[in-house]
């Protein structure tokens, strides 16, 4: 028999789903309710609280924004009125009507800090619908600030500046997700000449892997500003995403010899295009990317395997999937033989095999003399693309990976033999199971 929990008395229950986190801030506003909300995460390292009096917010319990105090250090406090300001939160009424009259608190001041840690509670969790909720009507809590923040107010500056982070793909991040500066920087003088304070603060921070919840706590920084900086550095391949043990907080890395599997982070690479510019894996951040590792360019496989992804191309397109093709050639050799059947994507020239290496994709010589590659062989053939003087790693095998938005592997597929790729109706179901 299974118990059931009882509530507290006038205590509200849903869903995210059903009520998003905007809609219900704004009711609880234009009802002028008085309690607590309490929102609940399949993740608990998201759960978060807010008192309410009034409709208003005026104390929060986040893991995603450091002390009050720190807020107040920032906009200026010393540290003895640090101290009158805290003996306020702390105080009674009658204390706090005296303190108030005397000039010994500033309410402005406080009420400033207030909004900058309440936005800086919901950022990362504003369009998250995967929890449920709980508000407990009750009596003003003590340390609330009066007379509180509005989340009316709050919510209309914060969809704008999360709608301003999605053509950087911001929103597939979260808030444990974890960067550092890239192992080989070399000289980097360059790219930065030009860094604002804000920008050399960051990258100070991340010669160690951190999370962005440590960044934006240590720093004091908001979820939008902490991420319009970091992808900016991500995309000047200053600083690279790595996955953090969330035990043990250090650094999780893959042996070279193991293969990259769902879930993995995608490895970042940068590489020439037939175009002449430079293709950075994470200007893809926000949409689902495929990978396709061809070998040599000039083989038959690879010719074939690009014609049967060009003619799916309308349908790449429909999904919001963007191929990209990779092979371990120079580019005038790509241009030479898959270049000519000018499918409507990018194909990438790896000559020193640099991505092939960071997604494992292996040199087999029976893959390469294996039967069951005839089939392609002789399609390739028919395409008049393949042929001539296959400089390279001849034998590397293909390799295909399906890239989610928040550039982690989706599903990987390691072909056996040189015409061993997945169907391309697979793919469609590899990206239907993604979203």
């Not at 402005?108 to 909720?133: C, D, H, Q």
Request: glycine letters at 8%; one cysteine or more; aromatic letters at 8%.
């Amino acid at each position: 028999m299974v118990t059931e929990i009882a509530l507290p008395p006038n205590t509200e229950t849903g869903t995210l789903h059903d009520t998003p986190l905007p809609a219900l801030l704004q009711r609880l506003n234009r009802e002028k309710k008085t309690g607590v909300l309490l929102l609940n995460y399949p993740d608990e390292r998201l759960n978060s609280a807010f008192s309410f009096a009034g409709g208003r917010i005026g104390r929060v319990l986040t893991p995603f924004a450091p002390k009050l105090s720190d807020f107040l250090i920032s906009l200026g406090a010393s540290s003895e009125r640090l101290k009158e300001l805290q003996a306020y939160l702390k105080a009674d009424k009658r204390t706090r009507e005296i303190m108030l009259a005397e000039g010994r608190v500033k309410p402005k001041f406080l009420t400033l800090a207030l909004e900058a840690r309440v936005e800086m509670a919901l950022l990362p969790i504003f369009s998250n619908t995967t929890g449920r909720y709980e508000f407990q009507e009750g009596e003003q809590p003590v340390g609330f600030i009066e007379p509180g923040a509005d989340p009316h107010k709050l919510g209309e500056d914060i969809v704008q500046r999360l709608d301003a982070l999605v053509d950087l793909g911001a929103f597939t991040l979260s808030p444990y997700d974890a960067f550092r500066v890239v192992g080989d920087v070399g000289d980097f003088s360059k790219r930065t000449s030009d860094f604002t304070i804000l920008e050399w603060r960051i990258l100070a921070a991340l010669f160690k892997p951190r999370t962005l919840l440590q960044l934006s706590t240590e720093l004091v920084l908001n979820w939008d500003s902490l991420l319009r900086v970091l992808l900016l550095l991500e995309r000047r391949g200053i600083v690279e995403q790595v996955d953090i043990d969330a035990e043990t907080g250090e650094e999780y890395t893959l042996a070279d010899d193991i293969k990259l599997e769902a879930g993995d982070s995608a490895p970042n690479f940068l590489l020439p295009s037939l175009e002449g510019t430079a293709f950075s894996l994470v200007t893809r951040r926000g949409q689902a990317t495929l990978l396709s590792f061809l070998g040599h360019a000039g083989s038959a496989y690879a010719n074939h395997r690009v014609n049967q992804l060009a003619e799916q191309h309308e349908r790449f397109q429909e999904e919001g999937i963007e191929v990209v093709c990779i092979f371990s050639t120079m580019t005038s050799t790509v241009q030479e033989h898959a270049g000519q059947l000018e499918p409507p994507f990018l194909l990438l020239a790896d000559a020193e095999h640099k991505a092939h290496n960071l997604y494992r994709t292996e040199a087999s010589m029976l893959g390469l003399f294996d039967p069951r590659n005839l089939s392609g062989y002789f399609a390739g053939l028919r395409l008049g693309t393949a042929g001539g003087d296959l400089e390279g790693e001849r034998s590397r095998m293909p390799a295909t990976f399906l890239i989610s938005p928040a550039l982690r592997v989706a599903n990987a597929y390691y072909g056996r033999y040189a015409n061993d790729t997945p169907a391309v109706s697979d793919i469609f179901k590899w990206h239907s199971a993604l979203t």
